[in-house]
């Protein structure tokens, strides 16, 4: 079965620490991206990755890091500096970033709150 | 102004009816636009691209409107299982630059 994996689905932080999501694809997409979602606004994206080894910045970067070491992954770290963490991360992937028709899968999301 | 507008509703319709959602977008430049249907606190997942000549999907049909730079969804005969928000998601360029609206929330009652 081909998709998008994202882990965990519900997370709980303290204020002040660092948390890793997860995010896999096994559909051999070039492109992957990071979204927040927060109630009545639409999904902003933090960042996004055409190759591996390659990231770039969204709109709301700050406060977040990722990787892209492996083609099939693309984890996000929520770190300290995030001002309002709290939020439903959703992990999306395309075949490639360059194709303006090309279509976003999402995987199902974790939803983050810091205590 | 946003760069993708959309009423947030709710729309609450009774089962069978006709119900129209418009989603305006602000940079004429756009390339491509989507409609993306979202269940309560789960991933969105693609309903239907919209096409320049509009396009339809059953029940569901898209229409572009780029001189008035708006995209609208209509849905017939709508079911108790299209209760969802619906996501009008707009390509301003040609790298897969979506910008999401915040949604239409629909509800349909027996």
């Known amino acids: 079965d081909g998709g998008i994996t994202q882990s965990p689905k519900y997370l709980f932080r303290k204020e002040g620490q660092n948390v890793t999501l997860s995010c896999e694809q096994n559909?051999?997409?070039?492109?992957m991206y990071w979204y927040r979602q927060d109630p009545g606004q639409g999904l902003r994206l933090i960042y996004y990755s055409q190759i591996v080894n390659d990231f770039q910045k969204g709109d709301i970067a700050e406060g977040y890091s990722v990787s892209r070491e492996k083609k099939e992954s693309f984890p996000l770290t929520v770190t300290s500096a995030q001002k309002n963490p709290t939020a439903f991360y959703l992990c999306a992937s395309s075949i490639s970033r360059s194709l303006s028709t090309d279509t976003q899968y999402f995987g199902p999301g974790t939803r983050l709150t810091v205590l | 102004r946003k760069e993708v507008e959309q009423d947030p509703g709710p729309f609450n319709v009774p089962e069978g009816a006709t119900v129209a959602f418009n989603c305006t977008y602000s940079n004429s430049a756009s390339q491509s636009f989507f409609w993306y249907r979202q269940d309560c606190r789960k991933e969105p997942k693609l309903l239907m691209s919209?096409?320049?000549s509009g396009n339809e999907d059953g029940r569901f049909t898209a229409q572009l409107n780029r001189a008035s730079q708006y995209i609208s969804l209509l849905i017939r005969d709508s079911k108790l299982s299209d209760s969802a928000t619906y996501l009008c998601v707009v390509n301003i360029n040609n790298n897969n630059d979506m910008r999401f609206g915040a949604g239409t929330r629909l509800t349909v009652k027996p």
């Open positions: 919209v096409y320049s």
């Open positions: 559909l051999n997409h070039d492109a």
